[in-house]
């Protein structure tokens, strides 16, 4: 019940190609979908977050949209450039208080060839 | 957001020694975590750290093997005690700046263990 899936494991996308990252949830108690972007030697930074009042949102070149009925939401990166080669992480949380915990996907390794 | 940093950014340590990981936060914040990443993989939750109150550890965590301070609402400590090989991993602090929102990420300690 706790459990993120991602997929894929890994992508190749050409520069100004379409980069789309998917994750499944079960637990129907998350409210809160953030995705986060690591680059190697760092920690993971936020990239952009949802909520299931809303399909989709858009933040640059990077849109989340959301599917509550499917339980599954997916991280589009338009125009990819190279330097967007990173690992990408879903995660997920539940309950608008303080201590959340977020359950985290298995990680997306996107390289973006120029 | 806020601006957090972790020392020691890196170490390689022997087997059966213990090792302290710090966090400091430019804020006040009420919540803060340790994550585990091990090589190539996600983010596993260790611990969340309260101020003035004992750390919540997760499952397949124990305070003897990862005891956890939080003298204050802007530093924590995490020890990895007796280590071994299978410790080797990166070690993230996160910080919760308001309820049920985004978690912000430390830079990570790099943690060998020989």
């Known amino acids: 019940q706790q459990q993120v899936k991602q997929s894929p494991q890994s992508l190749i996308v050409q520069k100004g190609g379409i980069s789309i990252i998917n994750c499944a949830y079960e637990n129907t108690a998350f409210d809160y979908f953030p995705w986060y972007q690591q680059f190697p030697g760092k920690g993971p930074a936020l990239l952009i977050a949802?909520?299931?009042?809303?399909s989709e949102k858009k933040e640059g070149r990077f849109t989340i949209s959301f599917n509550k009925s499917a339980k599954q939401f997916s991280l589009h990166i338009m125009d990819s450039q190279p330097g967007d080669s990173a690992t990408y992480f879903c995660?997920?949380?539940?309950?608008?208080?303080?201590?959340?915990?977020?359950?985290f996907g298995a990680g997306t390794i996107l390289r973006v060839k120029s | 957001s806020a601006v957090i940093s972790q020392k020691p950014s890196r170490d390689i340590c022997q087997r059966g020694t213990s090792l302290t990981i710090q966090c400091q936060v430019d804020s006040q914040v009420t919540m803060m975590f340790w994550y585990r990443q091990q090589p190539g993989q996600s983010l596993t939750l260790i611990a969340t750290?309260?101020?003035?109150?004992?750390?919540?550890?997760e499952s397949g965590f124990v305070i003897d093997k990862f005891p956890i301070s939080r003298p204050n609402l802007t530093f924590s400590t995490l020890t990895v005690s007796n280590m071994s090989p299978e410790d080797s991993s990166i070690y993230l602090c996160?910080?919760?700046?308001?309820?049920?929102?985004?978690?912000?990420f430390g830079p990570g300690t790099r943690l060998l263990v020989l």
């Open positions: 750290a309260n101020q003035g109150s004992e750390a919540t550890y």
């Open positions: 949802i909520r299931p009042d809303v």
């Open positions: 996160s910080v919760e700046l308001q309820a049920g929102e985004t978690q912000y």
């Open positions: 995660a997920a949380s539940k309950e608008r208080e303080y201590g959340n915990k977020l359950v």
